[in-house]
């Protein structure tokens, strides 16, 4: 039976097992490969996307369990064009190095946002405590998220 | 200049990246680059002695260019500038710093520059991205090819033109006549052109107190593609008509296959499944059928006895493998060890160890392969492109002309991704799919089958006298490699010995490679000396030390520290350490608080000190000096290799503990720039000192002295 969801705003109709995991779905079949496995545990976090609004771990969510919900991905975040607050705050940040974890940082960090458009840094820390950069590249996530609340990322869709 | 980290008092290459390349020749003819990168001009990068008679001019006619040439660019006739060069990027950004030599020597904007990077089918040889070696020589190269191109071009205008050669001035992409007025872009200057050009070691660039890209903290070229999740890592990659793969793994290390059935898995639907000696894989239109898939493959495996976890150390010190040979060619001597300790007034002896670690790079090993005419083409994350080519020709029996490896920019290494494993499986499975096959591996196959920095002892022996300057220092190495097995102190009587041995888990380069197992030992032996002749570390230090760079950065260090200015708080400490390899100069001062009651040890500060010479792009510096301490402040806590009988009994990231945000300290970094001297490699050298600084800080914390690496995986007791 096929499966309904709406990802990055367009409705998706979607033939395929309703156990493979979102994450699977999004990279091999619908060419969005911005989420990343990196553990396929939700231990990294390089998998996050936002359910309805959500940070969660796509690798651990099953496509089954997703009819008719709202996905979004890190491709989603730019609309037309135009960054998200928190991938220019990235950028400004250097908050990067191989950049493999960014995609999930981007979308846990704008997670956090709409709970709380200014959160201190205590905060920031907690919300992406389950998200891995290896690089070691944190206080400069924390200060592109400050930043990017600083640059109003709450208006902006995601 | 160029093979400054070959200087004659390195005791040996680090044997980890002893991977003996073949004597390779790469040999382009003009033809060839003309058909396939359009007219306009090449200058190419051609090592001695074959240079000597080729550096003259640009060169005519069909003839090839020199051997070994490492680097070389194309300005096309649409001004398009396109460099080539067998470096990987690997999240060390130096996609970013070559634009920036090239951009500076060349007079164009960094926007118009393309970095072609490790593609054996276009780019020139190189050994691999390891050993911080890219940015003292390939740049260097670059810097020059770049900078014969911009006098190619001036050539051209003052030929076309008929005007005096000196009065032109190249800026912003263009040749200038300012006497005339006259300007012509670098795209109109190369058009109708097929110029070839060799060069030398001998071409003068810009000296880095006139630098204006390079020295600019530019930011990473390619990163709106990175926050867009646009850019494609090799495990992103999709071609037409692609399946997934997977591989059988053995149970444990050293087991050997006694039976395997397939049928199960190959009867699923869409799914082949290959058995070609020990090699058992499958592949799938989807991950999840190729997981499925593998899991239905029914095996028997015969296990062979493997060293225990538990004896590990006791195992490495009694399996030498070359006791005569190697290990003592390896070795330093100075004096006599026996005589110095005899004239001691302080003698001390210690073992310190170090575990196995995992590089546990967020993207896992991956590659898609794709057959096509009996010819191979396989895009992975390697940091050895044209040694991974060598592995692939061997192994399907092709010629290397057949076979083509490409890698995207990749998602970390850490020096982890030497070899190509999952290039090799997915060729494999390709090959036997008729179609373009992908493999990732698991994060579980990564923590098993990839190889781990080697674990090791280390024995010290030393000793001071009453004038409290060093007279003995013995060292011994026992598996964990020789990179900066040398100290940096000044000691009349020594004894330095690297010894290879067996060893239980498959084990390479890392990060720094041995310099971390090396320098914790050193600088703790160090520390130890210091508290037991009641000296301040730092000051004992400097007394022992006349390397002027690194006492600079030691200072550097301490002061923006306050070394000795402030008392530790109840349950913090404080420690330092320093110390130099690949060129760059490093010391760390770390303030470490153990929690009560948990007893969790983290490192609440760490402040570091590196000088690399001319620093090329401050920004990107600062941020592998970050990541080095909090890569570094993992295998100095917690992080560790659990194995027993052959097998890794925590392959996962729930169960190996990596940093996280609640233990990335208060950072801060003191770069000293010094112009006048050659830019050094930078990945690596800022993990050395970390973990020696927090062993001292937790000495001084607790009053007890930890010598093994993790120092406090379970945090410490009251």
Known sequence: ?158 | MADRDHAPDLIEAERYELFAGPAYRFEVHRRDFFKVLGAGLVVAFALPPALAQESGGARRGGEALPGDVSAWLHIGEDGHVAVYTGKAEVGQNIRTSLSQVVAEELRVPIGSITLVMADTAVTPFDMGTFGSRTTPIMAAQLRKVAAAARELLKDLAAQRWSVDRGALVARAAAVAHPPSGRSAGYGELSKGQTLVKAIGDDVPTTPADRWTVAGQSVPKVDGRDVVTGRHQYTSDMNRPGMVYGRVLRAPSVGAALVSVDTRAAAALPGVIAVRDGDFVGVAAPNSHAAAEAIGAVHAEWKPTPQPSGAELFEYLRKNPTDPQGESARSGYTAGSVESGRAAAATRLDATYTVAYIAHVPLEPRAAVAEWQDGALTVWTGTQRPFGVRTELAEAFRVPEEKVRVVVPDTGSGYGGKHTGEAAIEAARLAKAAGRPVKVVWTREEEFTWAYFRPAGVIDVKSGVGADGKLTAWEFHNYNSGASGIRTPYDVPHQKIEFHATRYPLRQGSYRGLAATANHFARESHMDELAHALGQDPLEFRLKNLSDARLRAVLQAAAEKFGWGKTKAAPERGFGLACGVEKGGYVATCAEIAVARPSGEVRVARAVTAFECGAIVNPDHLRNQVEGSVVMGLGGALFEAVQFDAGEVVNPKLSLYRVPRFSDAPVLETVLLDRKDLPSAGAGETPIVALAPAVAGALFSATGTRRRSLPLAPKGISA
């Open chain 1, 1 to 158: 039976m096929p499966i309904d969801l709406i990802v990055n705003g367009t409705r998706r109709r979607l033939e395929a097992d309703p156990q493979r995991s979102l994450l699977t779905v999004l990279r091999e079949d619908l060419e969005l490969t911005g989420a990343k496995y990196g553990c396929g545990e939700g231990q990294c976090g390089a998998c996050t996307v936002l359910i309805e609004g959500q940070a969660t771990r796509s690798c651990l969510t099953k496509l089954g369990a997703l009819a008719g919900k709202s996905v979004t991905t890190i491709e989603g975040l730019e609309t037309s064009g135009q960054l998200h607050p928190l991938q220019q705050a990235f950028l400004d940040a250097g908050a990067m190095q191989c950049g493999y974890c960014t995609a999930g940082m981007i979308v846990a960090g704008a997670s956090l946002l709409r709970r709380n458009p200014d959160p201190e840094e205590p905060e920031i820390r907690k919300a992406l405590e389950g998200n891995v950069c290896r690089c070691g590249t944190y206080a400069r996530i924390v200060a592109a998220v400050r930043a990017a609340a600083g640059m109003g990322a709450r208006t902006t869709r995601g």
